[in-house]
């Protein structure tokens, strides 16, 4: 059997000799021969291209990503900026999947208007690989439309420009007037309705490239890239100093000192590693709803550049829901996971104690990451850092070839059948890993299997192969009732 991976990904992560006999298997097994493949490659993609909506509060963007995404999750309320938390989601349209980053329009009176808008569009723009730009056609262009094309020209990304409230013909002459923001073919949109929204996303197609412009790492001699992330004033700012061995990011009591990610080139271990800093915005007095927004927003453009995300925790304070908010984006993205516990210098016995509770119950679902005890102020177990983030790469990119999974699968499901429901008993018949960074694979059952028993196998997996660091995406295929006609 070829167990290579090719350089090409047409069959995900199979050489075509395993992709081969693959096929001859699930024919014998009864399953569709295109559906096997379309399987697979959904599977095998590598990392989707991302398409950020941006423009000012209550032009509708949160409606638009709810009809790309096709279904009701970006909050919506007729008042500017609502939008929270979750900023990105997975979207799929004429079979292509990408991701898209909602900016739900945050208004800042402090700030001003002006400024909040940009700010969010340049955190969402740094991470997308094509931007759809909303405009209120029945307002036409503002001052604050004018702001945001500047950003998108610096920024030199593929933009596709969507004029939204055109609820019917009469109102395509408001967004023809758009032709003036010089951003070429306003597509007239209802997000609201629907109206449009498959020229618009027919565009985005067009301007998204197949994958994503980073190469993450693979070029020879190519740095890998690394996130700190963590919640405001947890110390990333001090742990980035701390490594680089001199003062290269401000730090101040002050949560939220770092206004701008800063990208370093650090040796450390020997080698030289591309650390993105992501604190976050600077707090102003009545805004910290509005900080923890731009924070979110940040974290997911920084996370979705990086190959690993190093989440800080604050030893001394409780895991608070936006840890595990953190924790959860950086699974989703998909990306490798190492847990910093910081400040640990600071704690006394009774507090250790409680902290290794609060890990077991609030972080338990996250075994599987490597985790060091650090302090960013004094340097303790820095040393041990490199090693967790390459532990976590190499679990993040390792592939179990699929004659070994199988073995694997057949011995797992003798020792451990699915429980029997309604008579049935679901069975995993085989399977194959598509893809790498993350793992992700492909079962072909002949029923349902039930969320607990894929925990199960994803344990299992970790057990038997390690995928240390890693999340593991399972994606399971029933196979349908075979047909009595030959």
């Not at 429980?419 to 992700?440: D, E, M, S, V, Y």
Request: charged share 25%; with cysteine.
């Amino acid at each position: 059997m070829n167990d290579q991976i090719p350089t090409g990904d047409e069959h995900g992560a199979l050489g075509d000799a395993e992709y081969a006999e693959f096929m001859e298997l699930a024919a014998l097994e009864g399953f569709d021969a295109d559906e096997v493949e379309s399987e697979i490659a959904a599977a095998g993609h590598g990392p989707l291209p991302v398409l950020a909506v941006v423009g000012r509060p209550n032009v509708g963007k949160s409606t638009l990503v709810n009809r790309i995404i096709g279904r009701r999750e970006a909050v919506v309320e007729d008042k500017p900026g609502v939008t929270r938390d979750r900023v990105t989601y997975e979207a799929e349209w004429a079979g292509r999947r990408f991701k898209v980053v909602d900016t739900g329009g945050w208004e800042q009176d402090v700030l001003g208007i002006d400024a909040s808008v940009a700010a969010q569009a340049e955190f969402a723009i740094e991470a997308a690989d094509a931007v759809v730009f909303v405009v209120d056609s029945s307002v036409g262009a503002t001052d604050t439309d004018e702001a945001v094309v500047k950003l998108l020209r610096r920024a030199g990304k593929p933009v596709v420009l969507c004029a939204n409230k055109v609820d019917g013909p009469s109102a395509e002459a408001d967004a023809a007037m758009l032709w003036s923001l010089g951003l070429g073919e306003p597509h007239p949109v209802s997000a609201l309705h629907g109206r449009g929204t498959g020229d618009m996303l027919d565009a985005v197609l067009e301007a998204l490239p197949d994958a994503p412009a980073q190469t993450f790492g693979n070029a020879i001699g190519g740095p890998r890239r690394i996130a700190l992330v963590g919640r405001p004033n947890v110390g990333k700012s001090s742990l980035l100093n701390r490594l680089a061995g001199e003062e290269r990011v401000v730090v101040n009591e002050l949560a939220g000192t770092t206004r701008d990610p800063v990208d370093e080139l650090i040796e450390l271990g020997g080698k030289t590693w591309k650390f993105v800093d992501t604190a976050g915005i600077r707090r102003r007095v009545h805004l910290q709803e509005g900080a923890d927004y731009y924070a979110s927003l940040r974290t997911a453009a920084a996370v979705e550049k990086a190959e690993v995300a190093v989440v800080l925790i604050d030893a001394a304070e409780s895991i608070s829901v936006q840890d595990q908010r953190i924790i959860t984006m950086v699974v989703e993205a998909g990306r490798a996971l190492v847990l910093a516990i910081n400040k640990w210098d600071t704690l006394d016995e009774e507090r250790r104690f409680y902290l290794e509770r609060e890990l077991e119950t609030e972080l338990g679902q996250i075994a599987w990451a490597p985790r060091v005890n650090v302090s960013a102020r004094t340097g303790r177990h820095m040393e041990k850092l490199v090693p967790a983030i390459e532990t976590a790469l190499a679990g993040w990119e390792t592939r179990v070839p699929t004659g070994r999974l199988n073995a694997f699968l057949g011995e797992l499901v003798a020792a451990h059948p699915h429980p029997i429901r309604g008579g049935k008993q679901p069975r995993i018949l085989f399977g194959t890993q598509a893809g790498t960074k993350p793992p992700r694979f492909v079962l072909f059952a002949s029923g349902f299997l039930e969320a607990g028993y894929r925990r199960f196998v994803e344990r299992r997996l970790r057990e038997e192969f390690g995928f240390e660091g890693t999340p593991i995406h399972i994606s399971v295929r029933v196979r349908e009732k075979r047909s009595r006609k030959k």
